[in-house]
């Protein structure tokens, strides 16, 4: 390490910068000695070039290494982005997002500024922005912004990019509590990707657990069992997804779980156990059940979670701020109906202290680090009257609201179906974008 090194001969300075490098980005070094001794080095490594006492191919090494740094510097990867966001408002650097209006209005950060590109070189625009707080440049893939970054740096702003965009920024996840009772052992977590507005959940119990709406980062959910000293023992979808690839089938193959799905949503695969209306898996010695309720709408396939009798995990049917869109099976109209009967037959039939769980939320949500997304049965009827209305005026508004479809939904309906596999480049790239879940009320 750096930190414990003497005085290096200036052949062995690309070789000790990039060994640093590869250990950790230098600007997350929380040990002021090691940074330290790592930008002395650095600083050797410059003067070296500078006074052409490295040539040939560790010249080429050189450069190689001191532009990696000067990325690092001046760029922020989005995990050291959520930990700032994480921070009390006052504390949180300004992220200025250069996209169109449009293209921001569809896809944002919760709390950015947006200054268009084309606005933002306007002579005056600049100064409308403090130099005291620390900027964070966003915009779809990071390529962009890193150049804003730099011009706002050369007018003596502290400004970063947003590394990767928010393309990376999809990939960010995080977990909070929803329920945890210490005497029974029973957890529930939700697990949320910021950037994709996706939410999936792990049902703990006695050190087993189950985990509905998986996204295909498998890794993360290995992560919190282990750390939580958990065994996956069931997983589970709430429907077909269409604006996210699903994690579920790998994680339950992976981990010897049992893998359940309804077959009305038309599969290409059979390695699995259909769930029928009233089917209950249950956890540990069976004091945690969950159970499946049927709740057509958004898909023929779409099924609830009711959890304990008190939480009801309703994928795409139900949101805190919409309803489900019932276009995806290209019948509008007869999917609406599904849906209007769901909610009248099954959903609002529950108490109305049951808490309503989803698997999406949309960029109208405002989420808080540290609560779930969730809203009680009861606030949801308060909050949306549509739920309520008759059949007419409920189809009439849910046919008028129905968004624009989300982007590569065919080609990643094809992927959840089992029709194609990709590798995860090509995944990523088909996911990128919000998701277009919930129709508005």
């Known amino acids: 390490m750096v930190g414990k090194a003497g005085i290096f001969e200036l052949t062995n300075c690309v070789a000790i910068v990039q060994e640093v490098l590869s250990e950790s980005d ?24 500078k006074n052409g006492k490295i040539r040939n191919e560790k010249y080429h090494q050189a450069t190689s290494v001191l532009s990696k740094i000067d990325e690092n510097r001046t760029a922020m990867s989005p995990i050291e982005l959520k930990l700032r966001l994480a921070r009390p408002i006052s504390d949180r650097p300004i992220i ?37 707080k620390e900027i964070i440049t966003v915009c779809a893939h990071g390529v962009k912004s890193s150049e804003v970054a730099k011009f706002l740096r050369s007018k003596g702003y502290n400004a970063r990019s947003l590394a990767g965009g928010l393309a990376a920024w999809n990939n960010i996840y995080d977990t909070v509590p929803v329920a945890a009772d210490d005497v029974t052992d029973f957890k529930l977590l939700q697990i949320r990707r910021l950037g994709k507005g996706c939410a999936s959940y792990i049902a703990a119990y006695q050190g087993q657990c189950a985990i509905i ?89 779409s099924t609830s979670f009711l ?21 995806l099976g290209n019948n509008a109209r007869e999917y609406a109906l599904d849906l209007y009967d769901t909610y009248q037959e099954r959903l609002l039939k529950l108490s109305e202290n049951v808490i309503v769980l989803p698997a999406h939320f949309s960029q109208s949500v405002y989420i808080e680090f540290l609560k779930a997304v ?3 049965i009861g606030e949801i009827r308060k909050r949306m009257p549509i739920v309520d209305a008759d059949r ?8 008028a609201k129905i968004p624009s479809k989300p982007p590569n939904h065919l080609e990643i309906l094809r992927i959840n179906r089992g029709e194609v596999r990709y590798g995860p480049t090509r995944l990523s790239a088909l996911e990128e974008g919000p998701n277009r879940c919930a129709i508005p009320t």
């Open 374 to 376: 969730s809203a009680t």
């Open 96 to 132: 200025l997002d250069i996209q169109e209006p449009q293209e921001y209005r569809d896809w944002r950060i919760q709390g950015s500024l947006n200054i268009p590109l084309n606005v933002l070189h306007l002579p005056q625009s600049p100064s409308s922005l403090p130099k005291d």
């Open 392 to 399: 007419e005026e409920f189809l009439k508004q849910v046919l």
């Open 213 to 301: 709406d998986p996204s295909m980062h498998i890794e993360e959910y290995e992560a919190i069992a282990q750390s939580e000293g958990l065994r996956i023992v069931h997983v589970m979808d709430t429907h077909q997804q269409a604006d996210h690839v699903s994690g579920a089938r790998a994680l339950a193959r992976d981990n010897g779980a049992r893998f359940y799905l309804n077959p009305l949503d038309g599969f290409r695969y059979a390695d699995f156990t259909p769930l029928k209306d009233g089917y209950t898996v249950t956890l540990g010695d069976g004091g945690v059940t969950i159970e499946a309720m049927h709740t057509p709408g958004h898909t023929k396939g």
């Open 307 to 327: 959890v304990q009798d008190r939480y009801i995990l309703t994928g795409d049917t139900l949101f805190v701020e919409g309803v489900g869109r019932p276009d």
């Open 26 to 49: 230098p600007s997350c070094y929380q040990d002021p000695r090691i940074l330290a001794n790592f930008m002395n080095e650095t600083q050797t490594l410059r003067k070296s070039l």
